[in-house]
């Protein structure tokens, strides 16, 4: 059975690599986490982002993300809360941009992994472009009709697969020789993502669908 639907798995699991592989808000929240909150806390915000993957696949394989679609309101809802959460990131960096001083020690600082895998989780499901690669990626693999076993193994492997794109920009991310770089120049890194994140904010609440 798994050898008639590998095929379908591996082309819905190509379109959402390359999702992950290309930098967005997701990779931006990573870098903001991994820089003020260590490797830790940025995995943990991973797995938020993983789970929030899983998610939408269940959803692209139901006709969820389809249907959501198709229904302005409902789009343009889920358009202003990702709006509103980039506009709330933009603020932080910039916030960060203005504070003199040293940067604190990322592995001393302790927080919630609650609260960072929830803004992991967050900013995938509040993505609109994270939305429509999924509904290519579960459109083009063609599992509507595949068994209960293949729709789990999709959604499973798209978690693994998220988890693990992100996952490596996480471990690059709070590596020593970025933090050291990031401790010398953070007001330009912050300044950069206040404005990516500002910029996403307003092409996001703007954009028509």
């Known amino acids: 059975m798994l050898s008639d639907w590998l095929p379908n798995l591996l082309i819905g699991w190509g379109i959402q690599w390359l ?29 938020g982002i993983a789970i ?30 990702g709006a509103a959460f980039l506009t709330w990131l933009a603020w932080k960096s910039f916030g960060k941009m203005m504070t003199p001083g040293a940067i604190p020690q990322a592995s001393t600082r302790k927080i919630g992994a609650g609260k960072v895998a929830l803004a992991g989780l967050t900013m995938q499901l509040t993505n609109p472009k994270a939305i429509l690669y999924w509904m290519a990626a579960a459109a083009v693999a063609g599992l509507e009709s595949a068994p209960a076993a293949i729709i789990a193994l999709f959604i499973a492997g798209g978690f693994v ?24 120049a953070h007001r330009w890194i912050e300044g950069v993502l206040g ?4 910029f996403a904010a307003f092409k996001l609440a703007t954009s028509r669908t």
Do not use: E, Q
């Open 161 to 184: 697969n998220s988890f693990l794109g992100h996952g490596a920009w996480a471990v690059a991310l709070s590596s020593k020789t970025f933090l050291s770089l990031y401790s010398r």
């Open 195 to 198: 404005v990516f994140f500002a």
């Open 52 to 81: 929030g993957a899983a998610c939408l696949a269940f959803a692209g394989v139901v006709g969820l993300a389809a249907l959501l679609s198709d229904i302005a309101w409902a789009m343009t809802a889920v358009k202003l809360a």
């Open 19 to 47: 999702g992950v592989l290309s930098p967005g808000p997701g990779v931006a929240l990573i870098l903001t986490v991994a820089t003020t909150k260590g490797r830790t806390a940025a995995l943990t915000t991973c797995l």
